[in-house]
Antibody, heavy 119, light 108 residues
Framework: QVTLRESGPALVKPTQTLTLTCTFS??????????VSWIRQPPGKALEWLAL???????YYSTSLKTRLTISKDTSKNQVVLTMTNMDPVDTATYYC???????????WGQGTMVTVSS | EIVLTQSPGTLSLSPGERATLSCRAS???????LAWYQQKPGQAPRLLIS???SRATGIPDRFSGSGSGTDFTLTISRLEPEDFAVYYC?????????FGQGTKLEIK
């Protein structure tokens, strides 16, 4: 059974750096073609794709956020970490991680973690 | 970057009716790598359709996808009460991956 679970702080202050961890089971990120993406959703708004890391450690980022994002993986721990710098209240959202293969849609999602940015 | 525009923003229908949701891309979607997701309040999105027309595992056959290039459609043949939700399209053929802004399907 494939599962993903997001974890991180529920509250961060403006200008701080957010670090989120996606811990997964049931698949390996060292399998050829395997990928994990991060997606966020502000309250009442649409989904926004943020970043992707693949089995070969290639990384892709949202055009508008790429200067603030860093994605990394720890294959031995089955974890993918996303950092976002210089947090702002507009970054308040539920953050999801999702599994997919290259050339495939996001088939399994975590339940999401809500992050509020406020002083 | 491919921009996806969904229409309508809100669709009000009754159970048993047919729903047609549209997703238009600003440029051709590579290999028709277009997916549809369903999201209910407080839940993560669920994959319905990939490759523009292939149903994901366990998705009822009242859900169907069609289209190619820049114009895609999700059709729900006969609405069930559990189908009222928000639907998103997504292209995964090029980076950055992008989502549409969503269509809310509400009970009339």
């Amino acid at each position: 059974q494939v599962t993903l679970r997001e974890s991180g702080p529920a509250l961060v202050k403006p200008t701080q750096t957010l670090t989120l961890t996606c811990t997964f089971s049931g698949f390996s990120l060292s399998t050829s073609g395997m990928c994990v993406s991060w997606i966020r959703q502000p309250p009442g708004k649409a989904l926004e794709w943020l970043a992707l890391i693949d089995w070969d450690d290639d990384k892709y980022y949202s055009t508008s956020l790429k200067t603030r994002l860093t994605i990394s993986k720890d294959t031995s721990k089955n974890q993918v970490v996303l950092t976002m710098t210089n947090m702002d209240p507009v970054d308040t959202a539920t953050y999801y991680c999702a599994r997919h293969m290259v050339g495939h849609a996001f088939d399994i999602w975590g339940q999401g973690t809500m992050v509020t940015v406020s002083s | 970057e491919i921009v996806l525009t969904q229409s309508p923003g809100t669709l009000s229908l009754s159970p048993g009716e047919r729903a047609t949701l549209s997703c238009r891309a600003s440029q051709s979607v590579s290999s028709n790598y277009l997916a549809w997701y369903q999201q209910k309040p407080g839940q993560a999105p669920r994959l319905l359709i990939s490759g523009a027309s292939s149903r994901a595992t366990g998705i009822p056959d009242r859900f169907s996808g069609s289209g190619s290039g820049t114009d895609f459609t999700l059709t729900i043949s006969r609405l069930e009460p559990e189908d009222f939700a928000v639907y998103y399209c997504q292209q995964y053929g090029s980076s950055p991956r992008t989502f549409g802004q969503g269509t809310k399907l509400e009970i009339k």
